[in-house]
T-cell receptor
Framework: DARVTQTPRHKVTEMGQEVTMRCQPI?????VFWYRQTMMQGLELLAY????????DSGMPKDRFSAEMPDATLATLKIQPSEPRDSAVYFC???????????????FGPGTRLTVL | GDSVTQMEGPVTLSEEAFLTINCTYT??????LFWYVQYPGEGLQLLLK?????DKGSNKGFEATYRKETTSFHLEKGSVQVSDSAVYFC?????????????FGKGTTLSVSS
C-alpha cells in the first residue's frame, strides 16, 4: 500500500537552529504539497510543486522558509532560523497525475511535529 | 477568493447518535468538494468526495450531498461510533484553476462517548 512518508516524525529544537523536514511522495504522483497545522490557524497551505517545479509558495514566509524538490522522490522544507512561532505539525501530501484517484485526491503523510523552544 | 466554512466544534455525541457537520463554500466555477478525516496523531485521509452538483459521496456510513443551490456539503452519519472520534475537514478544489491545491475549512472536532 503506497504511502507518503515524512521524516522526522518529531523534532524539538532551539530558537535560531535550522530545521529540515523531508517528504517522500507516492511514486508516480507529480504534485507535492506542504501544509502547516496549528490550533490557532488550522491547516494552511505553505507551498506546492508540480513536476518538481514550484507552483505556489505564497503561503510561506520567504525570509526563513524554503521548499525544494531535489528529485522526484524527495521534497524538503527548511526553516532557518527557526522561531517558537514555527511550532506546528507540518504535513506533506502528494497527488496529481493524469487520471485515477490521484487526479483529485491528496494523500497525506503522517506529519512532522516541530517544537521550537 | 475561494473559501470553506465549517461549523465550529467541538461536537460531542453519544454512541449511536445522529451526526451533522455543516460545511458551506464560496467558489467561482464548479468546484469538487471533499471531506477529509484526521485521527489522533495521524495525517488527513480522504473520507468522501463529490465532483458535481447533486452528487452524493459516501463512505463508512458517512454521506454528503453537493448542493449547488445552497453552496453546501454537509456531512452526516446516522449512528456514530466511538471510533469516529476525529477531526473532520471540509475542502474544495476549484476545477477551473490550473493548480490542484485544496482549500480546507478549519476542521471540526468530533468526540463520541460510549
Amino acid at each position: 500500500d503506497a504511502r507518503v512518508t515524512q521524516t522526522p516524525r518529531h523534532k524539538v529544537t532551539e530558537m535560531g537552529q535550522e530545521v529540515t523536514m523531508r517528504c517522500q511522495p507516492i511514486l508516480g504522483h507529480n504534485t507535492v504539497f506542504w501544509y502547516r497545522q496549528t490550533m490557532m490557524q488550522g491547516l494552511e497551505l505553505l507551498a506546492y510543486f508540480r513536476n518538481r517545479a514550484p507552483l505556489d509558495d505564497s503561503g510561506m514566509p520567504k525570509d526563513r522558509f524554503s521548499a525544494e524538490m531535489p528529485d522526484a522522490t524527495l521534497a524538503t522544507l527548511k526553516i532557518q532560523p527557526s522561531e517558537p512561532r514555527d511550532s506546528a505539525v507540518y504535513f506533506c501530501a502528494s497527488g496529481g497525475g493524469i487520471s485515477g484517484r490521484a487526479y483529485n485526491e491528496q494523500f497525506f503523510g503522517p506529519g512532522t511535529r516541530l517544537t521550537v523552544l | 477568493g475561494d473559501s470553506v466554512t465549517q461549523m465550529e466544534g467541538p461536537v460531542t455525541l453519544s454512541e449511536e447518535a445522529f451526526l451533522t457537520i455543516n460545511c458551506t463554500y464560496t467558489a467561482t466555477g464548479y468546484p469538487s468538494l471533499f471531506w477529509y478525516v484526521q485521527y489522533p496523531g495521524e495525517g488527513l485521509q480522504l473520507l468522501l468526495k463529490a465532483t458535481k452538483a447533486d452528487d452524493k459521496g459516501s463512505n463508512k456510513g458517512f454521506e454528503a450531498t453537493y448542493r449547488k443551490e445552497t453552496t453546501s456539503f454537509h456531512l452526516e452519519k446516522g449512528s456514530v461510533q466511538v471510533s469516529d472520534s476525529a477531526v473532520y475537514f471540509c475542502a474544495l478544489k476549484n476545477a477551473n484553476q490550473a493548480g490542484t491545491a485544496l482549500i480546507f475549512g478549519k476542521g471540526t472536532t468530533l468526540s463520541v462517548s460510549s
